[in-house]
């Protein structure tokens, strides 16, 4: 079955990085885009972005152009999404989610990662 | 960038009743690419109706979807204690993919 593993939360200080993962199974990896939606506590869900594994072309919300960064592993059928500069803003579950190459719906999600930037 | 607009934001309903969620959409969108999902409390969301009238797999058929341009729904043709959650809108018609606000669906 489709499964997409994200770790369950990160802390990072105010002004770092940190690269979040997403490890698929269960289905070809290059053949459907992969996509990161945020989701701050008690808010509605944000698109950040999407890459296609296959050739890592990637398209972005402009609001997340300087804060995201989408790759992939094809090797280890895993995608990353990198944001940089975090601040409290920044603190919110980021999910990977599987896009249905036919029907464009998002048909699977990861767990999220809760990532919280504190000091 | 295409802004959908979800109403009620918040509605209880009691068992039985018909429930109907509206999303209005800034700019006419194929209806092929208006999606919802449903949400429960520390869950991720789920695909529930895609293509603005198809149930995703597991729906109960009590769910139908309607719309087209710029204007959809979601009813519940009788509530059920099960159907509590908040529902997301969505367009994968043009970037940036944007969703609606979301409706909180409670229980009476």
């Known amino acids: 079955q489709v499964q997409l593993q994200q770790p369950g939360a990160e802390l990072v200080r105010p002004g770092a990085s940190v690269k979040l993962s997403c490890k698929a199974s269960g289905y070809t990896f290059t053949s459907y885009w992969m996509n990161?939606?945020?989701?701050?506590?008690?808010?509605g869900l944000e698109w950040i972005g999407r890459i296609d594994p296959y050739d890592s072309e990637t398209h972005y919300n402009q609001k997340f152009k300087d804060k995201a960064i989408l790759t992939v592993d094809k090797s280890s059928s895993t995608a990353y999404m990198q944001l940089s500069s975090l601040t409290s803003e920044d603190s919110a579950v980021y999910y990977c989610a599987r896009e249905n190459i036919i029907t464009t719906v998002v048909d699977h999600w990861?767990?999220?990662?809760?990532?919280t930037v504190s000091a | 960038e295409i802004v959908l607009t979800q109403s009620p934001a918040l509605?209880?309903?009691s068992p039985g009743?018909?429930?109907?969620i509206t999303c209005s959409v800034s700019s006419s969108i194929s209806s092929s690419n208006l999606h919802w999902y449903q949400q429960k409390s520390e869950t991720s969301p789920k695909p529930w109706i895609y293509?603005?009238?198809?149930?995703a797999s597991g729906v109960p058929v009590r769910f139908s979807g309607s719309g087209s341009?710029?204007?959809y729904s979601l009813t519940i043709s009788s509530m059920e204690a099960e159907d509590a959650a908040t529902y997301y809108c969505q367009q994968w018609s043009s970037y940036p993919f944007t969703f609606g606000s979301g409706t909180k669906l409670e229980i009476k």
């Open chain 2, 17 to 20: 009743e018909k429930v109907t």
């Open chain 2, 69 to 71: 341009g710029t204007s």
């Open chain 1, 110 to 115: 990861g767990q999220g990662t809760l990532v």
């Open chain 1, 36 to 43: 990161w939606v945020k989701q701050r506590p008690e808010q």
């Open chain 2, 51 to 55: 293509g603005t009238s198809n149930l």
């Open chain 2, 11 to 13: 509605m209880a309903a």
